[in-house]
């Protein structure tokens, strides 16, 4: 064990080394390096960077960012990066690999969003609710600040991060308005949901309630159940949905027992294989077509 942490140092101190003299060359030599923490972070700051940057996911494909573990060696490797773009409090492992670890420039994204307490969103929480990008334009807000940190770690391209961050806030704004557009005059408002990732959609009229608490890992109670039950034959929810990188079944089971369709509504908070192919707008649209017609709006 002992080894193990020396040799994950090692490379670490000589980094550490040798920074003060390529500070002036970063994004020449072996070009900006930039972390993001899960998915979201990452579309983001591969937007804003353009080719200026090589971003990393710390959060592997496939991978539920909520239980995110780093190895030690991934923990140290957040000291080469130029910018670390995080969200703390989420990921408990990233978190305490900045503390430990970052060198360059980090970008806590809650120092740039205002995060909305989970109780108004409905849930028995005191926590703050992470899930802010179901709001665009809350990840815009994020997009700026990604362009402004990358501006100061590699200013010799601070024009194109200013330009790249302005081009996705365009974007976001567009379905922005399709969000607010899309979700006008619904049959319903309450959706029923696989974990409660879903809040931030509140600004939109929708009201989630969630089969799981906090972390899609958890279990349903018995008592959740009956009480998701009665919220269905009350409300008249036509879809209980389930998502892509937890179990669907108790989404699909609950479903069946109410005698209501199951469907998909991604969380975005990570791509899987079957969304390889797809990007955080793509999602976002998908996700709004399920909602319009699980609604009736
Ligand atoms: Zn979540």
Redesign the pocket.
Known sequence: MKTLALLALAPLVLLSGCSAFTDDTVGLDNGVQVAAAFYPLQYVADRVAGDHAEVQNLTAPGGEP?DLELTPRETADVAQDDLVVYERGFQPAVDDAVDENAEGAVLDVTDVVALVPFKEHGVDSDEDDP?FWQDPLLLADVGDAVAKSLAKVDPTHADDYTANAQDLRADLEGLDREYATGLQGCERDTIVVS?D?FGYLQRYGVTMDAILGL??DSEATPADLARLQRVIRDEGVTTVFSETLASPETADSLARDMGVRSKVLD?I?GLSDETSGEDYLSLMRRNLASLEEANGC
Request: net charge negative.
């Open positions: 909520h899930h974990h990732a972390s899609p969380p908070e």
